[in-house]
T-cell receptor, first 114, second 115 residues
Framework: NAGVTQTPKFQVLKTGQSMTLQCAQDMNHNSMYWYRQDPGMGLRLIYYSASEGTTDKGEVPNGYNVSRLNKREFSLRLESAAPSQTSVYFC?????????????FGEGSWLTVV | AQSVTQPDIHITVSEGASLELRCNYSYGATPYLFWYVQSPGQGLQLLLKYFSGDTLVQGIKGFEAEFKRSQSSFNLRKPSVHWSDAAEYFCAVGEGGGGADGLTFGKGTHLIIQP
């Protein structure tokens, strides 16, 4: 039962470095999401992809880019990391249909920018 | 824009006591509402969801929630908590397509269980 798998689980970056967070789901879901979680802030949506080939900005997209590589994979890229991007990142997926839509989350990626 | 408020940042409950976690939402249309739980160092697990129909929703682990449109609330309840219920709880509201465009989360309520 893999579900939603994200890599890496932990990463330390220097300011200005770039990196890509990888995410894959094996549930044949249409929609995929990237959230960030900060203390006292809950989860905030960075980007989402309602279907293969489409991506849309969420609440906090600045400083990030995404790629929906295929139906399974949705990556998040930090082109020039900043300390404000220190956070826990969660990838998620869902069927994307009107009824019964449940969003399933990965286990998170802890990113520290120094 | 939609929003979710969880008024209680921390709640402490004795083991075996009842629990109610509050959630208020702001959304123009019929909301799609969710409660998730997060254990330390883990991802989020869905407890229950409301899309339509019966306003009292049953979930996993003995939790239930009641949708009250007049109060814009979706409070989570459990009649008797267990030590394993200690976690962070998040209420969320979904946009179009039942949340297919992503969920808006509250800031969470940290539940502490006293022995």
């Amino acid at each position: 039962n893999a579900g939603v798998t994200q890599t890496p689980k932990f990463q330390v970056l220097k300011t200005g470095q770039s990196m890509t967070l990888q995410c894959a789901q094996d549930m044949n879901h249409n929609s995929m999401y990237w959230y960030r979680q900060d203390p006292g802030m809950g989860l905030r949506l960075i980007y989402y992809s309602a279907s293969e080939g489409t991506t849309d900005k969420g609440e906090v997209p600045n400083g990030y880019n995404v790629s929906r590589l295929n139906k399974r994979e949705f990556s998040l890229r930090l082109e020039s990391a900043a300390p404000s991007q220190t956070s826990v990142y969660f990838c998620a997926s869902s069927t994307g249909t009107d009824s019964g839509n449940t969003i399933y989350f990965g286990e998170g990626s802890w990113l520290t920018v120094v | 824009a939609q929003s979710v408020t969880q008024p209680d940042i921390h709640i402490t409950v004795s083991e075996g006591a009842s629990l109610e976690l509050r959630c208020n939402y702001s959304y123009g249309a019929t909301p799609y509402l969710f409660w998730y739980v997060q254990s330390p160092g883990q991802g989020l697990q869905l407890l229950l969801k409301y899309f339509s129909g019966d306003t009292l929703v049953q979930g996993i682990k003995g939790f239930e929630a009641e949708f009250k449109r007049s109060q814009s609330s979706f409070n989570l309840r459990k009649p008797s908590v267990h030590w394993s219920d200690a976690a962070e709880y998040f209420c969320a509201v979904g946009e179009g397509g039942g949340g297919a465009d992503g969920l808006t989360f509250g800031k969470g309520t940290h539940l502490i269980i006293q022995p």
